[in-house]
């Protein structure tokens, strides 16, 4: 028996039970959406320009819903990983603020320069000091409830972004969309699922081929956000150094660096 | 004698005669910021955005400047390295269209989406395809006169925008600023210039030091763009594998994956 079909081993490996959240994902989209329709102020302004506020984990749902959105936004969207804000931020900003724990520093920084300035401001945490001020300064919010890492949070972390597209009128989204979304996934996860045995299971396959290596992971807009994913999944999931790079701009220079050092090509 | 004091062994490493243009950077800054203003028409509307099209080596220049400004800019500034323009560009937009060459195909594409949305175009190129549509749909160019790598002419792809964010009210930069930083880099470049020996050169020490590694760059804003031009140099001059990181976001993934592979330590 291949070890990956081994569920012991498996549970031995994950020791942060991350198989629950990414199986989870799809509910978590749905349950996000639904819960932000149903109880959450969302903006509904036309801004200036969009600055999504965030850090590792907390900051990649706001790259997904720019990349989805970027080839047809009207404005500017852009995913501030920094302390404080872009100078361009304004009274016509809209400044979307996203930490999982609610007390990154940056994030919290660049919250209150956002207060400050007068933008419209919109927070989403599972708590924390993000909440906190939100609600001091009467900022809209969504809170969730969901016990992981932050980078396992994603559904609830990028969908309520999506909804304030939508209700903003930078991208048309509705619950079609989303429900189709989902059922997409659910029957995609079947492929890779952990149960699902080695011998037909690509996630497994593509393990085995990766172990020991150092992956670079490639991919074109506006899949770049996806190729970055990748990245940092293997940085933290797997203790695993990797990198990722973007198409077309790789073609002018990384592809000259694969000749050296001679075992690079065997890594 | 240290191998790289050698004059013969360097000029064979160096193949593609570097050392010249990086020599003459400080004079190509200098050189550029008094053709710009002797002979161009600089545009001198306050437009809503600014977007900077180009790629590898013809696209630092934008990012550098973008970085330089970042902080203070009142309007969004945006580095596209890809095909056609963002979604955001229209009237209001001011498009700087970078090639060295002239013949990218990416920003040729791009500006001619620019052109028709009505955007305000600027293109700099040292000839080519671009200088040719620019002509002839009147658009205000900067063409000029050095051969070399398009990586190598980045005192002539990056001035010209500067002087253009000055012309425009983004940011003040003046002939005094330019004197001055003309005059710092020819004082440093005494300490890493191919003719000082490397026992008093920290250019050649870092080499002996990198040699048969992967490096991996990491900077905070605003330096990571120069984590980026050092990462596609190592790529394009020493055909060496390269990466970079950004601070603070790489304390939020990439730091973990140093553990693993094992061997990755000693790379």
């Not at 819960?35 to 036309?46: C, D, G, I, K, M």
């Not at 801004?47 to 984990?57: H, T």
Request: hydrophobic share 40%.
């Amino acid at each position: 028996m291949d070890v990956l079909d081994d569920t012991m081993y498996r549970e031995r490996l994950d020791s942060q039970n991350m198989l629950r959240p990414i199986r989870e994902l799809p509910m978590q989209i749905q349950c996000a959406w639904q819960q932000v329709h149903e109880s959450v102020e969302l903006p509904t302004l036309h801004p200036a320009n969009v600055v999504i506020l965030g850090m590792g984990g907390s900051a990649i749902g706001g790259d997904i819903a720019r990349s989805l959105v970027a080839e047809h936004s009207p404005i500017p969207i852009i995913v501030h990983r920094d302390y404080g804000v872009p100078a361009c931020v304004d009274k016509h900003s809209l400044v979307i603020a996203v930490s999982y724990s609610g007390n990154t520093e940056e994030t919290l920084s660049g919250f209150d320069a956002a207060v400050e300035r007068g933008a419209h401001v919109f927070a989403i945490a599972a708590g924390g000091e993000l909440i906190d001020r939100a609600s001091k300064h009467g900022v809209p919010y969504y809170k969730f409830d969901y016990e992981t890492q932050p980078r396992a949070a994603l559904g609830y972390l990028l969908t309520p972004i999506l909804a304030i597209f939508n209700s903003v009128g930078i991208y048309s989204i509705d619950d079609s969309l989303i429900s189709e979304a989902v059922r997409c996934m659910h029957e995609e996860q079947r492929h890779w699922d952990a149960d699902t045995p080695t011998e037909s299971n690509s996630a497994k396959q593509l393990a085995h081929t990766l172990a020991g290596y150092i992956p670079v992971v490639c991919a074109s807009q506006p899949l770049t956000v996806v190729a970055r994913r990748w990245k940092t999944q293997f940085n933290e999931n797997a203790n695993c150094a990797c990198f990722f790079e973007e198409l077309p701009e790789l073609c002018h220079n990384m592809v000259v660096g694969f000749d050296y050092p001679d075992e690079l090509s065997k890594r």
